[in-house]
């Protein structure tokens, strides 16, 4: 005699499959799963996760305020580095180091966390733009940002979401909402 449990109950709601990074369906073949939130205010860190993989969060103690970038190996989805840069009171010029050597093929994860914007100058900029950004250019203090691209794309990334910070429409006091983006990147081919 078998009991019927909540397993196998018809009144059993039943659970909402979730896949890497909690993507609600799966990713074909060569693409890799994300999932990324921007900062909320100044108060929660951002997150990014690929590939069920947490590349940056509170929790890891790798984020900060400004802008949270992960590099990742466009073809093996591997991470490369992952590094906050304080865009209130930190140098650009670090920013700039780390991503104007960039190799054809890299992935970059940006999340905003607090303020995205007051250091950003003209060549960060065009820099962004030119990893598919469509928002670099307009991005301004406490801005919520969160984007995708990659070195050596031909085309703007689907993959961006931008809320201006405005007192008229900021969900916190003096900040919009926290963004939160999901999808699946195609794996690069080759990577020189």
């Given amino acids: 005699m078998r009991l019927a449990g909540p397993e196998n109950s018809v009144t059993a709601e039943p659970r909402a499959r979730k896949y890497k990074c909690g993507l609600p369906q799966p990713c074909p073949e060569e693409h890799l799963a994300f999932r990324m939130v921007s900062g909320a205010a100044n108060v929660i860190?951002?997150?990014?996760?690929?590939?069920?993989?947490?590349?940056?969060?509170?929790?890891?103690?790798?984020?900060?305020?400004?802008?949270?970038?992960?590099?990742?190996?466009?073809?093996?989805?591997?991470?490369?580095e992952a590094r906050a840069f304080d865009m209130w009171?930190?140098?650009?010029?670090?920013?700039?180091?780390?991503?104007?050597?960039?190799?054809?093929?890299?992935?970059?994860?940006?999340?905003?966390?607090?303020?995205?914007?007051?250091?950003?100058?003209?060549e960060t900029r065009r820099l962004f733009s030119e990893l598919g950004s469509r928002n670099a250019k307009e991005l301004a203090f406490?801005?919520?940002?969160?984007?995708?691209?990659?070195?050596?794309?031909?085309?703007?990334?689907?993959?961006?979401?931008?809320?201006?910070?405005?007192?008229?429409?900021?969900?916190?006091?003096?900040?919009?909402e926290a963004l939160e983006m999901e999808g699946c990147v195609p794996r690069r081919s080759t990577v020189s």
């Fill in 45 to 80: 860190g951002p997150k990014i996760c690929l590939e069920d993989k947490m590349l940056m969060s509170s929790v890891k103690d790798n984020v900060g305020r400004g802008l949270n970038i992960a590099l990742v190996n466009g073809v093996s989805g591997e991470l490369i």
């Fill in 142 to 176: 406490r801005d919520s940002w969160v984007f995708v691209g990659a070195k050596g794309v031909q085309d703007k990334s689907p993959f961006e979401q931008h809320v201006k910070n405005s007192k008229h429409t900021n969900k916190y006091e003096g900040w919009p």
């Fill in 89 to 122: 009171a930190g140098d650009v010029n670090d920013l700039l180091k780390f991503i104007r050597p960039l190799h054809e093929g890299t992935l970059v994860f940006v999340a905003s966390y607090d303020d995205p914007a007051t250091k950003m100058n003209e």
